[in-house]
Structures are given as C-alpha cells and as structure tokens.
C-alpha cells in the first residue's frame, strides 16, 4: 500500500491563480480531511470528508473548494490564491469504525508558497 | 468547540536525559481521545501515543509516557532517555465521538531540540 499520497510536494503561486493539490489514498478509508500548518498554530482543519459525495466544513473553509467522487480521492482546489494561504497542507484518512481512537494516517504534505 | 495549548514553543534536552511537553486542553465531554504526534524535518506526522479519557491508567509505548491529569485537563508527554531521533516538532491533539467526522483539534506545537 503507498498510503496517503499528496502531489505536489511543492507549489509556488502568484495571487489570484488557481490550482488544486491532489490527495489520495489506497486504504478504501471512508474519513478524508484537509489541514494546514501554520507557525505556531499547529493544524487546523480545513475540510473532511465522511463518504464518497458527503464533504463538510472545518475550522477554517474560506477560500477551499472539496469533492469526494470517490473514496480513494479528496483534492483540495484554491480558487483565487492569496499570500494567508501560503502554508504546509496535509491531507489525513481513516477507516469510519465506532472508536475516534483510532489513528488517523497522514500523508506527506505540500509546502505551496503565494506571492 | 474544545482548544489544546501547549505552553512550551520550544524546548531542548541532552541526550539520555528525560524531558516533559505539557499540553492542556479545553473541553465539556466526559468521553474524549488525546494524542500525540511527532513532526520530524521530514514533516511527516507519526503519532507516538494515545490515551482514552476513560481510561485511568496512564499510557506508555517503550521510551514514551503519558501524565493524564483528567480533572486539570492535562495531558503531558514525558520522552525517558532522550535520543537526537527524538529532535521534531510535537503536537498534542484532541477528538471526541461528537466530532463530526472524529477530526483531530491540535494544540500550537513544541519545538524539541536534543543536544548530544
């Protein structure tokens, strides 16, 4: 299994461009999410997925766009980059079972830099 | 909406020696999960250890131990006989089952610096 896999590793933008970070996974999990990593802020969710078709939003949705047409897939669109959205984007899966204790997998992360 | 602080941006360590990250958190559910996550450079997020509220006994994984303090709402990670491996970012993180979706709130960070 390759796990969670994210492309690119690395992005720079100029404000105002558009571009989608790809997100997927091999481990048919049914939990799909976004976070990004700030300095001092540590993660914070952006938006998650529970099923193929059912997206929802997190903590900090503003400027994110998500679909999930399958279960393998979860990418993450910027529509109209800003400089606030320069950050290290994680992508996370894990199965749908009764207990949050389970772990939650992370895939690489992308540095995207905007301009 | 729960929140995890961690009050210690930075800490550093010798090698061999023990060093504790204090995390504290904010929540009204009884029934909750904490964890910790280790960042190394390579930026890849390894989860280390993971308590259940419920559960009184403290949690250990070899060199890694937890001090659950349920009522004062601390979760600290004590590291035993620290290794440079050991040099990363950590994070304290949080989920309850009323979470949609069960995802993870994470506290600010740790820097962890191990010096030989």
């Known amino acids: 299994n390759a796990g969670v896999t994210q492309t690119p590793k690395f992005q720079v933008l100029k404000t105002g461009q558009s571009m989608t970070l790809q997100c997927a996974q091999d481990?048919?999990?049914?939990?799909m999410s976004w976070y990004r990593q700030d300095p001092g802020m540590g993660l914070r969710l952006i938006h998650y997925?529970?099923?193929?078709?059912?997206?929802d939003q997190g903590e900090v949705p503003n400027g994110y766009n998500v679909s999930r047409s399958t279960t393998e897939d979860f990418p993450l669109r910027l529509l109209s980059a800003a400089p606030s959205q320069t950050s290290v984007y994680f992508c996370?899966?894990?199965?749908?079972?009764?207990?949050?204790?389970?772990?939650?997998?992370f895939g690489p992360g992308t540095r995207l830099t905007v301009l | 909406a729960q929140t995890v602080t961690q009050s210690q941006p930075e800490m550093s360590v010798q090698e061999a020696e023990t060093v504790t990250l204090s995390c504290t958190y904010d929540?009204?559910?009884?029934?909750?999960?904490l964890f910790w996550y280790k960042q190394p450079p390579s930026r890849q997020m390894i989860l280390v250890i993971r308590q259940e509220a419920y559960k009184q006994q403290n949690a250990t994984e070899n060199r890694f131990s937890v001090n659950f303090q349920k009522a004062a709402k601390s979760f600290s990670l004590k590291i035993s006989d620290s290794q440079l491996g050991d040099t990363a970012m950590y994070f304290c993180?949080?989920?309850?089952?009323?979470?949609?979706?069960?995802?993870?709130?994470f506290g600010g960070g740790t820097r962890l610096m191990v010096k030989p």
């Open positions: 929540t009204s559910e009884n029934n909750y999960y």
């Open positions: 481990m048919n999990h049914e939990y």
């Open positions: 996370a899966s894990r199965f749908r079972e009764s207990s949050p204790y389970n772990e939650q997998f």
């Open positions: 997925s529970v099923g193929a078709g059912i997206t």
């Open positions: 993180a949080f989920t309850a089952p009323y979470n949609a979706g069960n995802m993870l709130t």
